[in-house]
């Protein structure tokens, strides 16, 4: 099957799976280290933060030998700004 260079194809694989279930199950502790920065996570660890995503997923792949495609990046968001109540 030949792809176009307009297609793409998104590939979850076992890293990003464990990773993203590694983040989900471990966010409220995240909020408190890391709130509005971009963590990179590889085998249930936080392996770069920071508040520029590029950087992050670098400093990611040069640490754990793995491809952008191996490792989530998530935005920690402010968790104030989800569940607040009320309007100033």
């Excluded at 280290?33 to 997923?57: C, L």
Aim: some cysteine; aromatic content about 6%.
């Amino acid at each position: 099957m030949s792809m176009t260079k307009t297609e793409r194809v998104l590939i979850l694989n076992d890293d990003i799976l464990a990773g993203h279930r590694w983040i989900r199950e471990h966010r409220s502790e995240l909020q408190k280290e890391y709130q509005n920065r971009w963590i990179a996570v590889s085998d249930e660890e936080v392996v770069a933060a920071g508040d520029d995503p590029d950087e992050v997923d670098r400093l990611a792949q040069l640490k754990t030998g793995k491809t952008r495609y191996q490792i989530p990046l998530v935005f920690i968001e402010d968790s104030s700004c989800i569940y607040r109540l009320g309007i100033d």
